[in-house]
């Protein structure tokens, strides 16, 4: 078996998403398996409407379970591809929204049923909204440019809506380190809020995120970036119909010229991926259905272990409609408390779901400290893997 098998250990997860590594512990959960979420291009992308996340956000609160809410957009699109830490940021997060058109567009140009686009500055507003459905959720406003998160945190008070606030604090421009001071915590904690909404950089704000996951005791937390400026006013939204067509970046140059640099260097890169692995995904995939439709065989699941191993062996074709079929076993498997191994070796195909299901075990691996492996992975499945975004779930195979 030794020559077979070569083990991936899930890394440390890093807290600090520009600096040194920094060991974070994670809270242990197999529900991700369940969740409907896709891989694209090496993003987990969940697909949701706004009601169903809009409970799931109540829910969180009534129950006081934590949940991490990223939005990606192009800029994390773009930015995961180089920064292993940033990518696991979102692999760890509770739900992952798509925010950004060129997301949505690409999912479903690979066949990804993403329902609509869901923004932080949309979800902002629909929780601000609402003021019938549930009881107002108390937020505490963190971060922002001076000034910002108090205009906001005054307007929602003053008006009847979805959201009360109950605390603002602006920490300076620290470094993550520096703005998780135990009284900045302490602060944000006695607060006792529902919603905690960060107004940082991206990569800065999933950073803290992380790094102060087990010592926040707010449940629901959410990466809001400039929403904040939208909401207080200092920045015009794009019109709903520049929004839809996708030109909002458009408009966001034109409000703040600054960012013409990182839409300029996004937008190249961004058109590299399409070229060069959206498209080829798309002719495989196609091919891939073709060749499924000529083959009735299901998908079989065999496990076997032994003193240390759990071995799952796939065979046949990895999609969206065999994921129900592979969920228990890994369930099983990550129940053993033993290293985990996938055997590829007659799998035919993955789609973006069952990537999406391997990303959620590769959670389970991190949260656990555990070994997630991959076996018997041919060359063209490697470069499957490779092209789809998630080579790095088989690091350490030649």
């Not at 379970?65 to 990518?87: C, D, G, H, K, M």
């Not at 060129?102 to 929780?127: E, N, T």
């Not at 075990?361 to 998630?390: E, H, I, Q, T």
Request: glycine share 8%; hydrophobic share 45%; charged share 20%.
């Amino acid at each position: 078996m030794s020559n077979v098998l070569r083990l991936h250990e899930a890394p440390p997860l890093t807290a600090d998403l520009n600096g040194p590594a920094e060991q974070v512990v994670i809270s242990d959960s197999t529900d991700d398996l369940s969740r409907n979420v896709f891989g694209v291009l090496g993003l987990p992308v969940d697909s949701l409407d706004l009601p169903e996340l809009l409970q799931k956000i109540v829910s969180a609160a009534e129950n006081a379970a934590p949940l991490l809410i990223s939005t990606p957009n192009v800029n994390f699109l773009v930015t995961s591809r180089s920064n292993p830490q940033f990518r696991d940021s979102l692999v760890m997060s509770d739900l992952c929204l798509p925010d950004g058109m060129p997301i949505v567009w690409i999912a479903r140009f690979l066949g990804i049923p993403i329902k609509r686009r869901l923004s932080g500055s949309d979800l902002f507003q629909a929780l601000r909204s609402e003021s019938k459905a549930w009881s107002p959720l108390k937020i505490f406003l963190f971060g922002g440019a001076e000034g910002a998160a108090e205009t906001v945190g005054k307007h929602l008070n003053s008006q009847t809506g979805g959201l009360r606030c109950v605390g603002v604090l602006n920490p300076g421009f620290g470094t993550v380190e520096e703005i998780s001071s135990h009284q900045i915590i302490e602060t944000i904690n006695s607060s006792n809020a529902d919603l905690l909404a960060v107004f940082f950089s991206a990569a800065k704000a999933q950073s803290w995120l992380l790094l102060n996951r087990e010592r926040l005791r707010i449940p629901i937390r959410v990466q809001f970036g400039a929403t904040v400026n939208f909401q207080a006013g200092l920045t015009r939204r794009a019109p709903q119909l520049l929004q839809e067509m996708g030109f909002e970046w458009l408009w966001r140059i034109k409000e703040e010229p600054y960012l013409w640099r990182r839409y300029w260097n996004d937008g190249l890169k961004l058109l590299w991926l399409i070229l060069n692995h959206a498209l080829p995904l798309w002719v495989g995939f196609r091919w891939s259905h073709f060749r499924q439709r000529s083959n009735a065989d299901p998908l079989i699941v065999e496990a076997t272990q032994d003193d240390q191993t759990t071995i799952i062996k796939l065979s046949g074709f990895l999609t969206a409609a065999a994921v129900g079929r592979a969920i228990p076993s890994f369930r099983e498997a990550l129940e053993s408390n033993k290293q985990i191994v996938i055997d590829l070796s007659r799998a035919r195909s993955v789609d973006p779901r069952f990537f999406g299901l391997f990303l959620m075990l590769y959670k389970a691996a991190l949260s656990r400290s555990r070994k997630l492996g991959f076996a018997g992975v041919r060359a063209d499945m490697k470069r499957m893997f490779r092209r789809n975004g998630f080579g790095f779930l088989l690091s350490g195979l030649s």
